[in-house]
Every structure is written in structure tokens, then in C-alpha cells.
């Protein structure tokens, strides 16, 4: 295993931000994957599987322990659907699936990340999480065990999965799918990247949205129109977009994105963040809980 030191971890992040991980290792097979994390425990060393480096947010004094590049790219097809190791981008295995005459993925063309980094959070779209479409995954436990885990098992909620407290490690999942008309999958995809286009600011470093949408149950109590959940929604109502702090501002397409303009530090975003926070607050009553996960040393 060939283990880096302090490498920087912005150009490994869709936000274009963070300073070094003290130790960094890229693995390109499931062998390899297993062996890192296992080489941490060993090594006492905090670790961090990295995927595709969406919805993620690096402090600028980087990560003190072993991050992990997941690269694992194994892709196959099962009676059921398609399996996939958890570094393959989600897009890859949806153009994959699609090419194959498989329906049930197809929607979520052009979200970010990986596939591991899609089922951790349980990513969604229009209403649609990912988690409905899994029917097993293979994942890699704190005591090193290997095991395969029903879909139902994983506590699948809006993003959330029981990943984010059991610390297991995605190995691969497989996906139930059903066969479908490739041509009509493909214009159904295409519709999918085209209605993110219009409504996110796709041109620019992001993490993707940064705050949860809200309950239900708090959109009543606000009264928002048609009882939107949208945080975007709280935030442009409140007058936030093009709020700048440093080189980090609140998108004028998307609210509830936050910008690096290409000078930011992770600093600026967490300040921005806070302003935005109170904000809402202060105008609403809610608590906005950030999506965007932060890592690293603060």
C-alpha cells in the first residue's frame, strides 16, 4: 500500500476546498479497500473513505488521520439487477444499467458522487431516494468482518442511512432493476440532466445543496406556498441569494447552493453558512440542519 503525506484535499472535492490529509492512499480494488481500512484500525489511524467528493465540505487545516480514495470501478450484471463496488460514480452505473435495458435508475442521471457516497446519504430526486432501488449491499464492519446486509437493514430514511452511525464501510451494493426500453430510458435520463441544469448552478465548484429540506410538519407551521419543504425556498424568500462572504456566495439560480467563485476558503463557507442559519431563524422560527457533511480538523 503506498501511502502518501499531506496532500491536499481540494482538487479531490467538487467544492475546490480543504487543506491536507496527513496521510492519503488511493485503492482500486475491493482487496485494497478492505486492506486500508483495516491498516487504520490497526495503525489507530482516523480514516475516511473519500468517493467522488460530493456533498462534502474540507476544513482548511485538512484531516488529521488516513483518508482513503475509493477508486474500486467493478460493475456486473445479476438475475436481479446490477451490482456495483462503491467507487463507481453513480453516473457510470446508471449509463451502465441504461445501456443493458434496465429500468429503474434512470432518473437519477447526473446526481453527484459515487455510489457509496449516494447510498451513506440515500441521495434523492424528486422525491425518489436511491435507497428503494438497493436490495443488498456488502459492507465491511469495525471488527473486519465482511457481510452481506438486506437493503431493509440499512434504516434507509430521508438523507439517511444506518451507515452514518454503525461506521461500516460500503464494499459494493446490487440494485434491483427490471427490464425496460433502452431508447425510452435514455430520452427519460436525458430529461433528468436537463431539469438539473435549469435549477442548479452546475457550472461552478458546489457540494451540491447545502441544507436539508425541512418537515412537513414545519411547513405547515411557516405556511410556505403548496407546503414546500425547499430550504432553497426559505433561503430565497429571505433574500439570501447572492449573499457573499470571501470568495463563498449563495447562488442567484439555486438557493440553497453555496459558490466557491474560485478564492474561497473553507472558512468563507462555514460563515456563510451561520449568516444563512440565523437568518432563517430569525425570519421562519426553523433551524436549518446542514446536508453537507464536514470534515476534517476545525
Not at 36 to 47: D, E, T
Not at 173 to 189: C, Q
Amino acid at each position: 500500500m503506498h501511502l502518501k503525506k499531506q496532500v491536499i484535499l481540494a482538487p479531490h472535492t467538487y467544492f475546490k476546498l480543504g487543506g491536507p490529509a496527513d496521510y492519503f492512499v488511493e485503492v482500486k480494488t475491493r482487496q485494497e479497500l478492505i486492506d486500508a481500512v483495516l491498516y487504520a484500525q490497526n495503525h489507530s489511524l482516523p480514516y475516511f473513505v473519500l468517493g467522488g467528493g460530493s456533498n462534502i465540505l474540507v476544513t482548511d487545516k485538512g484531516y488529521r488521520g488516513l483518508v482513503i480514495k475509493n477508486q474500486t470501478q467493478s460493475l456486473s450484471l445479476s438475475q436481479t439487477g446490477a451490482t456495483a463496488a462503491s467507487g463507481v460514480p453513480i453516473n457510470r452505473l446508471i449509463t451502465y444499467t441504461i445501456n443493458h435495458s434496465l429500468a429503474g435508475l434512470e432518473d437519477f442521471l447526473g446526481l453527484p458522487g459515487t455510489v457509496g457516497g449516494a447510498i451513506y446519504n440515500n441521495s434523492h430526486h424528486l422525491g425518489d431516494l436511491i435507497g428503494n432501488h438497493v436490495s443488498e449491499v456488502e459492507l465491511l464492519t469495525q471488527s473486519g468482518e465482511v457481510k452481506i446486509v438486506p437493503a431493509q437493514d440499512l434504516n434507509f430514511l430521508y438523507d439517511y442511512s444506518r451507515l452514518h452511525v454503525s461506521k461500516e464501510v460500503l464494499l459494493s451494493a446490487t440494485f434491483k432493476l427490471v427490464k425496460g426500453n433502452k431508447e425510452e430510458l435514455m430520452i427519460k435520463s436525458q430529461q433528468a440532466v436537463q431539469r438539473r441544469a435549469k435549477t442548479q448552478p452546475l457550472g461552478n465548484p458546489s457540494s451540491g445543496c447545502i441544507f436539508k429540506n425541512i418537515t412537513l410538519s414545519q411547513a405547515k407551521q411557516i405556511n410556505t406556498p403548496n407546503h414546500t419543504l425547499s430550504a432553497g425556498y426559505l433561503i430565497d424568500s429571505s433574500g439570501l441569494k447572492g449573499t457573499r462572504v470571501g470568495g463563498a456566495v449563495v447562488s442567484t439560480i439555486h438557493a440553497n447552493f453555496i459558490i466557491n467563485d474560485g478564492t474561497a476558503k473553507s472558512q468563507d463557507v462555514l460563515d456563510l453558512i451561520e449568516i444563512i442559519k440565523v437568518k432563517i431563524k430569525k425570519t421562519y422560527g426553523v433551524d436549518l440542519i446542514e446536508e453537507v457533511f464536514l470534515i476534517g480538523e476545525k
